[in-house]
């Protein structure tokens, strides 16, 4: 039986499901983040020691501004007001991606949310705030130009310690990876869900988790 150390998701279709709901893009995104908060919860339960969000995308900047302010606005908020339960929970946070282009106010946030949870060990928990694997994966190997190698390229990428993800999940309906980890989903297990990310919950990752344990891992061999 497969034991789960790591989970991924690409929380796709918060704006759609605003959307539907006839309440804007933004309501979806609100919704969105406590989806997040339920899920890293039932992680700790389901004893699961790693999992990591795709937040923003290098790619999102080209999104209409207001909607770029309003994630940043909610990515602020939640640090501002959520920091001292996230500490309280044992929640260790972990910031992957050039967040040097971010406004100062929220590299201000994140750094200290870093510094105030590092040693908390209840759950590991990476948020991906404008990161793009193509450039992760480009910089790692510029840095290693001269002794280019496998082990020297994975301490060079923002997930250098972390274990590789056992499990990917993408809601939304979308079968794509959308720049996300390409170098570190290698062997992972992928779940496409139809469900938007405001509509997945605790029962759809027991569900995965469930079906993950018993698949056969090859990782290439027999």
Same mark, same amino acid.
Not at 14 to 23: A, L, Q
Not at 34 to 39: A, M, Q, R, S
Not at 98 to 113: A, Y
């Given at each position: 039986?497969?034991? %789960?150390?790591?989970?991924? =998701? ?21 919704? /969105?983040?406590? %989806? %997040?908060?339920?899920? %890293? ?8 020691? &790693?999992?990591? =969000? ?24 939640? =640090? ?12 260790? &946070? ?21 510094? $105030? ?43 250098? /310690?972390?274990?590789?993800?056992? &499990?990917?999940?993408?809601?939304? /309906?979308? $079968? ?33 988790? $469930? ?7 090859? =990782?290439?061999?027999?």
């Amino acid at each position: 039986m497969n034991k %789960v150390n790591h989970v991924a =998701f690409i929380m796709d279709g918060n704006g759609r499901w605003g959307k539907k709901k006839k309440k804007g893009r933004n309501f979806g995104h609100l919704k /969105g983040v406590e %989806v %997040v908060k339920k899920i %890293v919860q039932t992680s700790v339960k389901l004893k699961i020691p &790693i999992v990591s =969000f795709y937040v923003f995308s290098s790619e999102n900047w080209f999104r209409p501004k207001k909607e770029i302010d309003f994630l940043f606005k909610l990515i602020k908020n939640y =640090f501002t007001k959520e920091l001292n339960n996230t500490i309280k929970k044992g929640i260790k &946070i972990n910031i992957i991606g050039e967040i040097n282009r971010l406004p100062k106010d929220i590299r201000k946030s994140l750094k200290s949310s870093i510094e $105030k949870t590092k040693d908390n060990k209840k759950i590991h928990v990476n948020l991906a705030i404008n990161y793009g694997s193509k450039k992760e994966i480009t910089n790692a190997a510029k840095k290693n130009k001269k002794k280019m190698n496998i082990k020297n390229l994975e301490k060079s990428l923002y997930t250098q /310690g972390i274990p590789d993800q056992d &499990i990917l999940i993408r809601t939304g /309906g979308h $079968k794509r990876l959308s720049n996300f980890m390409l170098w570190q989903l290698a062997y992972t297990e992928l779940f496409f869900l139809n469900k938007l990310w405001p509509d997945f919950n605790s029962n759809d990752l027991i569900k995965i988790i $469930k079906k993950y344990k018993n698949i056969t891992r090859n =990782f290439g061999g027999l």
